[in-house]
């Protein structure tokens, strides 16, 4: 099949590249003329793991395509996949105009007797009525008819594993109302559940809404826990042996109920404040994720709140190591990441930061506060070890792999006094108390 694939940012980059892996043909679209002329020249916007390659092979075998016009990529091909951003805009909705402006030109350049509009963001219930709009005002105007369907799939790859999740999905959902636009989802993704079907067909809005549901069940998940975690510090409980003793329950399970400093990225943050306001816009009363959404904002401020109690409000003359920038591991993405928080606080109460993330310092250059780094508050060092040297305490916030068993002599070595805030209770308090650390993780 031949197919465009229009925004090619992590999700459109990764959905073009594994449908060009199956054999299609591909043309990614991206108004970013600097991404696509980098694309084409394999260098890549995002770091995912193993994403590189496979961009390259398909990219050699002609399979793949880039380029900076959707007219052009339209001529050969009569499915489009929608996977431009939905930012949140200021009243916390989700922003459409990226997606409509695709649609309106989608509208204006339809040449085919019959196409295919997927809707792969993630958007609010009714924006596929929207789309449909879009392209129809667009036909009307150039006094044309073609047949078209616009078919939600909402997308629930995770970064960091994003190729692993698209080439195994645990489901394709799929809304449509159409049998045909249904078949071509089904034979588009058929390679990808050979194993076992695991297409969930369903109504558009149905499928617009399981997007977010999924969401706000896993932000729900991990604020529930980061909630109980809080509870256990007041009550002198450690809540990782409550984290097991739940999470051994089957109707629980040990997935996301990780206690730590909050959850960022691009979408828990910015989809539970959409279906907020979804909520709010037809009168009813979201409770329940607007609890949801209020306990991971002040979570994100547990880390530097145990920093000044520590430490005393202000931290002029105190330097901190801290290991982990990106949102979670497995990703350079710090959108939303609670090491923004964390520095933001420290560095406002007069903190120096030494930080090492092993693959977001390219990002927090670009992302951070261009005077963090000319006046030397921040400093990103390329070796975890050289983050520790003469600081005052060591801070985890991403728990990459490399942080997870470390050389803990060498970091009390370097550290000026042994302290480690634990942001995701990856050591064992313990074990580190006998190590000579002074040790505060979350909830413990
Ligand atoms: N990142 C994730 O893990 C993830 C997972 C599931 C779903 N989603 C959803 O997928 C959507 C895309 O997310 P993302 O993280 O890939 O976004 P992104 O910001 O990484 O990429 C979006 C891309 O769209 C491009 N774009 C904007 N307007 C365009 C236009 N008119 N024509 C062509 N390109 C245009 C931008 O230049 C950018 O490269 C969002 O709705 C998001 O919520 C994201």
Known sequence: MHIVVVGTGYVGLVTGTCFAEMGNTV???DVDKAKIDRLKQGLLPIYEPGLDTLVEQNYAEGRLHFTTSLPEAMLDADVYFIAVGTPPGEDGSADLQYVLAVAREIGQNMRHPYSVVVDKSTVPVGTADKVTAAIQEELDKRGVSHEFSVVSNPEFLKEGAAIDDFMHPDRVVVGSEDERATRIMRELYAPFTRNHECTVVMGVRDAEMTKYAANAMLATKISFMNEIANLCEVLGVDVEN???????????????IYPGCGYGGSCFPKDVKALVHTAEQNDFEPWLLRAVEQRNNTQ????SQKVMAR????????????????FKPGTDDMREAPSKVFLSEVIAAGAKVVAYDPVAAEVAERELPREWFTNGTLTLVEHQYDALNDTDALVLVTEWMPFRN????????????????DGRNQYDPAALRALGFEYQGIGR
């Open 406 to 421: 470390p050389d803990f002599a060498q970091i009390k070595a370097r550290l000026k006094t042994p302290i480690i805030f």
């Open 242 to 256: 409550v984290r097991k003793g739940i999470g051994s329950d089957s109707r629980i399970g040990y997935h996301f």
């Open 27 to 29: 043309t990614c679209v």
């Open 311 to 326: 430490f005393g409000g202000d931290l002029s003359g105190k330097t901190f190591a801290l290991w982990g920038l990106a």
């Open 300 to 303: 994100k401020y547990r880390l």
